[in-house]
T-cell receptor
């Protein structure tokens, strides 16, 4: 049973345009969400996070939106740059409520390609 | 520079042999984790440790073993009982804070294990 779903395996956008990566979750105990970026043969690097008490968090070109009622979050990258081309993983945790003790559940990832 | 070091980057073993993957961190993080990534899959948690001399099974612990004798080190042994050991293994660490977790995982650059 996949608790964190990224239904788009890949996404291609033009440089300068907006990239929107989507993530759905099924576990209502999840209360903290993160996005990681991963280049081939490297470990994921933390990008941005959001707790369930917020519906938006922004950091430079990256904004994460959380819709708790729909159990859906999205990552917006504006403007997209070729260096953003990577696999993006959505992850979730019930850690803030003490549920899963710091465990992260990851989606399968979305490969973003930003074309010059 | 602080970080997580995984060695070696590539590892080859014959079927039936145990192999130990190294993970060292100098971030003074309390918790350490082992994840496994397979093609087209998200990261799946193998084992995690919140404190020295203590560790818990993750979602796919069968065929693996760990130890946490030092805060800085969390080696993973892939035993001959693991049916599909060929994968990309990622070690991670994080701070922990009792009752509230908001520390993103920091990942190493991974070890690609190939068993033939």
């Amino acid at each position: 049973d996949q608790q964190v779903k990224q239904n788009s395996p890949s996404l291609s956008v033009q440089e300068g345009r907006i990239s929107i990566l989507n993530c759905d979750y099924t576990n209502s105990m999840f209360d903290y969400f993160l996005w990681y970026k991963k280049y081939p043969a490297e470990g994921p690097t933390f990008l941005i996070s959001i707790s369930s008490i917020k519906d938006k968090n922004e950091d430079g070109r990256f904004t994460v939106f959380l819709n708790k009622s729909a159990k859906h979050l999205s990552l917006h990258i504006v403007p997209s740059q070729p260096g953003d081309s990577a696999v993006y993983f959505c992850a979730a945790s019930a850690g803030m409520t003490g549920g899963s003790n710091y465990k992260l559940t990851f989606g399968k990832g979305t490969l973003l390609t930003v074309n010059p | 520079d602080g970080g997580i070091t995984q060695s070696p980057k590539y590892l080859f073993r014959k079927e039936g042999q145990n192999v130990t993957l190294s993970c060292e961190q100098n971030l003074n993080h309390d918790a350490m984790y082992w994840y496994r990534q397979d093609p087209g899959q998200g990261l799946r948690l193998i084992y995690y440790s919140q404190i020295v001399n203590d560790f818990q099974k993750g979602d796919i612990a069968e065929g693996y073993s760990v130890s946490r004798e030092k805060k800085e080190s969390f080696p993973l042994t892939v035993t001959s009982a693991q049916k599909n050991p060929t994968a990309f293994y990622l070690c991670a660490s994080s701070f922990t804070q009792s009752g509230f977790w908001n520390s993103p995982l920091h990942f190493g650059n991974g070890t690609r294990l190939t068993v033939t």
